[in-house]
């Protein structure tokens, strides 16, 4: 669950950051894609704690790509490059890394676990 847990803290950084970098009331684009995406996340990443919905956290994944397209665009545009793109393109980087890590990463595959449980060994 680990993955998640950080997932939900970069999340909580998306959503505190136009705080951080002091975004005015008139970058309402930069206020909406960092409350937005922050918001999203936290969901994926709350649900994916709940058995059946184990594989939300593969829809960070499209919030994540969405953001740094967002931030690879707005980036292109001026020199140099805006703190706040800076932040939400490696904001979407490491959400990236962590999304495609499986939710339940610190315990055995299934069949393994199966086997265990019914004493069998790796010596046959």
Request: charged share 10%; hydrophobic share 55%; proline share 7%.
């Amino acid at each position: 669950m680990w993955p998640r847990v950080v997932e939900f803290m970069l999340a909580c950084w998306l959503a505190i950051s136009p705080f951080v970098f002091r975004y005015s009331a008139e970058q309402t684009a930069n206020w909406s894609i960092d409350v937005g995406a922050g918001a999203a996340v936290m969901a994926f990443s709350a649900a994916a704690h709940h058995r059946r919905l184990r594989y939300a956290h593969v829809g960070t994944l499209a919030v994540s790509l969405a953001l740094a397209a967002w931030s690879y665009v707005r980036a292109n545009a001026a020199w140099p490059v805006p703190p706040a793109e800076q932040n939400h393109l490696l904001v979407a980087l490491l959400l990236l890394m962590f999304a495609v890590i499986p939710t339940n990463c610190n315990e055995p595959p299934p069949a393994w676990r199966a086997a265990f449980a019914f004493g069998e060994t790796s010596a046959k």
